[in-house]
């Protein structure tokens, strides 16, 4: 369906100075360092939609300014979504209820999944957007929307070109479960993907002229006989209440993989399971987008990653398996491809002797991923030897059948015979000195439930209809990764199905 082309107001919004007058539009409140600014205190000016007087907590009345577009969720949707609609002329405030920016994105370690790349023809990786989509939709257990796929992988390396004229290049090809080729792209430093976005992504949001908002928790959207018209949000700081307006209302505020009980009520067995996600990912987006009608799609569709330490619920990346860890158990044995999907290797995991294992590896794997320094030995989470067989009795494990795994996976490498558990990617030897070690278990990761959309990020209601105005974007949304979202995807929908969702919002508005 192609996005209502009539706008409430068909503003003049673009070539408008800044409602607050100021040559720069941008400013963050709250904890992220950036100046504690009232947003209140700033603003004054309306654009074309009507002066507001709204209600505060201690029943004062303040105006707020109106936009073109209100962006609800300032992780990656959210800012790639603010910046794609900033440069196209639109006037934009990005709300967030946390302290800071980034939401689950800033976790997300492994990289972007994306196909047709230029970096990928540089390597001599011969990939396709028809095989990437049958990659996820397959990964997904043929559950997935093969039109919200394809438009996904479609686009997918535009959105690796923007990042890339952005400042943000993804410059390094690694290898990610259920991906029959080298599609996942990450920093180039091997750094976490997210935090790299993150603040890339911040830093261009500050620099131009997107009203950023942090404290501010969206409570409704606001919508008068099925015509949005913007967003009732409290600050929690002051605990005030202001209402801003806009004909267009982009969710971006990502999946409720920490609320516990919401996770139950689909999947009762992970009530207590550890959870990857900030605290903030309660699925706010979705009852907002509900309480206008929004239909879901695919709720009961969670995702439990087989990598996660289980007293500080840090992930251990897939790209650390992708780049040639091997998984362990307590007797000492390999146990499985440690390249299947998640779900697989979570399902062959749990089969185990405490349903834990460790995830092994050398200096080359360690060097190659700074996590582990950054985030696993500072708190003492990685063992480490000089030798196999030292490593495996700080393990303590069975030191004759650690030895016979690893030496049955070297040699088979040595010899280009089959792996004994059938992996055929990053079969890379387990020989370079320190040898390292990190204990983990399945836990909660992502929900692929979420508001249903079309290509066009446009948020369908329950009747199967548009909702006017309405747009939604990333971990929010449902029905791109099926019953199991593959490695690296995740960050491929944000910047594509971000990007879409301000180019539908822009379009609604008439810019
Ligand atoms: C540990 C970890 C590692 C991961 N690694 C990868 C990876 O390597 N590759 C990959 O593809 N994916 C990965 N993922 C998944 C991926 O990071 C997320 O699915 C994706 O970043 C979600 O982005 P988003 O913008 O939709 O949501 P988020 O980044 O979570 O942003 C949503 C924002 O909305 C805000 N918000 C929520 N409700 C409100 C409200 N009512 N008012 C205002 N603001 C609100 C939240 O505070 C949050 O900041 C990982 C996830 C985790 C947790």
Redo the contacts with the bound molecule.
């Keep these: 369906m192609e996005p209502a082309k009539e706008s409430l107001c068909k503003h003049e919004a673009a070539k408008h100075p800044h409602p607050t007058g100021m040559s720069r539009r941008s400013f963050i409140v709250g904890a992220a360092g950036f100046g504690a600014v009232s947003l209140a205190a700033l603003l004054g000016v309306s654009g074309c939609a009507p002066r507001l007087a709204s209600e505060a907590a201690d029943g004062a009345s303040e105006e707020a300014p109106s936009y073109d577009i209100i962006i ?7 800012m790639v979504a603010a910046l794609h609609a900033f440069e196209a002329g639109a006037r934009v405030l990005l ?4 302290a800071s920016t ?4 800033n ?6 999944n994306a196909s047709e790349t230029r970096l990928q023809a540089e390597n001599d990786i011969l990939d396709s957007n028809t095989l990437f989509a049958e990659d996820t939709f397959i990964g997904g257990h043929e559950k997935g929307n093969r039109d919200l796929i394809n438009h996904m992988c479609q686009n997918s390396s535009a959105a690796i070109d923007w990042l890339e004229d952005h400042a943000l290049p993804l410059t390094k090809l690694g290898t990610s479960g259920g991906a029959s080729v080298k599609r996942i792209h990450r920093p180039g430093d091997g750094s976490a ?2 935090q790299y976005l993150v603040t890339g992504l911040t830093g261009l949001c500050q620099e131009s002229e997107i009203d950023i908002l942090l404290q ?3 409570e409704e959207i606001l919508s008068t006989e099925g015509v949005i018209s913007g967003v009732r949000v409290v600050s929690l700081e002051s605990n005030k209440t202001t209402e801003y307006r806009a004909p267009a209302v982009i969710v ?4 409720f993989g920490a609320n516990h009980e919401m996770l139950a009520s689909y999947r009762p067995e992970l009530l207590d399971a550890v959870t ?3 605290a ?3 699925g ?2 979705i009852a ?1 987008a509900e309480a206008l009608g929004a239909a879901t799609v695919d709720m009961g569709e969670i995702q439990v990653h087989p990598t996660v330490e289980q007293n500080t619920a840090i ?1 251990l ?1 897939e790209g650390i398996r992708g780049d040639g860890a091997v998984l362990i158990n307590a007797e000492g044995k390999r146990f499985t491809n440690e390249l299947l999907t998640r779900d697989a290797v979570t399902a062959i995991e749990w089969e185990q002797p405490g349903g834990w294992s460790y995830a092994v590896f050398d200096k080359e794997v360690y060097d190659a991923n700074t996590s582990i320094a950054k985030k696993f030995e500072p708190k003492g989470l990685a063992l480490q030897a000089e030798s196999l067989e030292e490593l495996a009795t700080e393990m303590e494990v069975d030191v004759a059948n650690f030895m016979d795994a690893l030496t049955a996976y070297n040699s088979a490498i040595e010899a280009e015979t089959v792996d004994p558990f059938g992996r055929t990617e990053s079969r890379n030897l387990i020989k370079h000195p320190p040898f390292y070690a990190i204990k983990v278990a399945p836990g909660i ?2 929900t692929m439930g979420g508001i249903k959309i079309d290509t066009q990020a446009q948020v369908i209601d329950t009747t199967g209809n548009v909702i006017p105005g309405l747009f939604a974007a ?3 949304t449902g029905g791109i990764h099926g019953g199991n979202r593959l ?6 929908d ?1 910047n594509v199905y971000g990007a879409q969702a301000a180019r539908s919002a822009l379009s609604f508005v008439g810019l």
């Design positions: 609800i969720g300032a992780g990656g949707a959210g709300l967030e209820k946390n980034g939401g689950n994105t976790f997300a370690e492994g990289g972007m993907v997210g501010s928790d969206v971006a505020a990502g999946g990857t996600n900030l903030s990912a309660q706010d987006g907002l992930l990346s990761h992502h990333g971990e929010v490695g690296g995807n995740a960050v491929c944000i």
